[in-house]
């Protein structure tokens, strides 16, 4: 087998393989970026107004509460199914990619909204009537008091759902995107061998969530010290 | 006339009464200790006057001004006027002694963050932590960052101070360090609240003192009232269980 990927190595790296997998590894590169930056805005937003106790959000927060709850549990792939099919339904003509994109950005909200809810929650109620009885608003409290402190409960979880989510967004390939899954694929299918085309696969995912892990890293170092006494 | 007022105060925990009918006033400069078993509403009546729980009926006037607790901008300009100090201190874990003090000041009055941290200094000087001001709170001893609370609310420059329970956390050895404190206040002539169980000082500091059972004020006088010729059998019983030991 050896002998064999040495064989085919120059020829599955030739310049439109290499290409190939560049652009598959850009659609992956761009749709975990999208979950995870447009997935963790929306999910602070979402999180910190299902917080509120504004009785005119109630409604709002309602369709939130079943927003994160059904998503959460309803499997990736049959998110796509049923983003592609309402794209049809409403007759909006959109890319594969752009339905995935919005796929993803479905999931990541929806999951992160309950990290960062389950972070704002660990810091303690009395951090909030300190606060409010020193006149500090929802949104200054939120800023300067309760985010800095819940970004240690809120990093680990939330890194660890991104790189989990870079692996899921494979599952794009189910309705045509080209991203790496798909292309692994279809150059095993052109005839390389299997272990040096998901090998590739493999590092280039590596190359993707290895540096993101570093980052939550240093996020949480930046973020959240631990102190010693 | 009386600085504040309350009359008929009610208040409750969901379908729980813990205030029933407070009335009383308090002049400016008076220091107003609150006594009484535990769960008799004297920590809920300083969330009350500070609108961490509005009341659920009743008047309280501020210099003569009814408040409306359901309303944001009286709560804030309540709570402009009136800080409160926390039995667990409640400092914000995230910032250094020093931040603390000014955070408020400087956020929420919008002071320059110069003049705020000069007065902070000052503060915390008083209370004998000058030399704390880079440490977080999970560094200090309970005693150090009470004293950090009271000075974070003394920041604000408020007219009033609610101390609900200052010292009930604190190791006996530190109590001492925080009554010191308070003292000092007292001397500045500031409107004090007090909720205690420390009753020598109590007897030692207050003008006023209220005892409170079961959501009602049931009595109140000079310390030497309550304290020698309680005259509600349930003062005595309260004042003859605790003066035993």
């Known amino acids: ?229 | 006339m009386p600085q504040l007022e309350l009359v008929d105060i009610r208040a409750n925990y969901g379908d729980l009464a813990v205030l029933e009918r407070v009335t009383f006033s308090v002049e400016k400069g008076e220091i107003i200790s609150l006594i009484g078993p535990s769960g008799s509403g004297k920590s809920t009546l300083l969330r009350v006057l500070v609108g961490l729980l509005p009341p659920a009926a009743g008047t309280v006037r501020l210099d003569g001004q009814a408040v409306d607790y359901h309303s944001k901008a009286a709560v804030r300009l309540v709570r402009s006027r009136m800080a409160i100090v926390f039995q667990q201190y409640n400092l914000f874990q995230n910032m250094s002694v020093l931040a603390n003090v000014t955070i408020a000041p400087v956020r929420v009055k919008g002071q320059p963050a110069a003049e705020a941290e000069a007065y902070a200094r000052k503060l915390l000087d008083r209370v004998g932590l000058g030399h704390k001001l880079d440490a977080y709170p999970d560094q200090l001893s309970g005693g150090q960052q009470q004293r950090v609370a009271i000075a974070r609310a003394l920041a604000l420059r408020p007219e009033i101070v609610l101390l609900d329970e200052v010292t009930s956390a604190l190791d006996p050895e530190l109590v001492n360090e925080v009554l010191d404190v308070i003292r000092l206040l007292a001397a500045d002539g500031m409107t004090i609240f007090f909720v205690s169980h420390e009753m020598a000082f109590v007897r030692e500091v207050s003008s006023k003192v209220f005892f409170m059972d079961k959501g009602h004020v049931v009595e109140s006088g000079t310390p030497a009232q309550i304290f020698d010729a309680p005259r509600q059998p349930r003062t005595r019983e309260f004042v003859s269980k605790i003066l035993r030991h």
Not at chain 1, 133 to 153: D, H, S
Request: hydrophobic share 60%.
């Open chain 1, 1 to 229: 087998m050896l002998q064999q990927i040495i064989d085919q190595a120059p020829k599955f790296f030739g310049y439109y393989n290499v290409l190939f997998l560049l652009q598959a590894f850009a659609a992956t590169f761009l749709l975990s970026l999208a979950g995870c930056v447009l997935g963790f805005a929306l999910g602070f937003v979402l999180a910190v107004t299902r917080r509120t106790a504004d009785w005119r959000l109630a409604p709002l927060r309602v369709v939130m509460i079943v927003f994160t709850e059904a998503f959460r549990r309803i499997p990736f792939l049959v998110t796509l199914m049923l983003v592609f099919f309402a794209f049809q339904a409403l007759k909006l003509d959109v890319s594969m990619f752009a339905v995935a994109l919005f796929s993803v950005c479905l999931i990541a909200t929806a999951f992160i909204t309950e990290i960062v809810r389950a972070g704002l929650d660990s810091v303690h109620r009395n951090q909030w009537d300190a606060a409010a009885a020193m006149n500090f608003g929802y949104l200054e409290t939120l800023r300067y008091i309760v985010v800095p402190q819940a970004w240690k409960v809120m990093l680990p979880p939330a890194f660890s759902f991104f790189v989990l989510f870079i692996k899921d967004t494979a599952l794009a390939s189910q309705i045509g995107v080209v991203e790496l899954t798909f292309a692994g694929k279809v150059l095993a299918n052109k005839g390389f061998p299997a272990a040096l085309t998901f090998g590739t696969v493999l590092v280039l995912y590596f190359v993707l969530s290895w540096p993101l892990a570093r980052f939550g890293r240093w996020m949480g170092v930046k973020l959240a010290p631990t102190r010693t006494r």
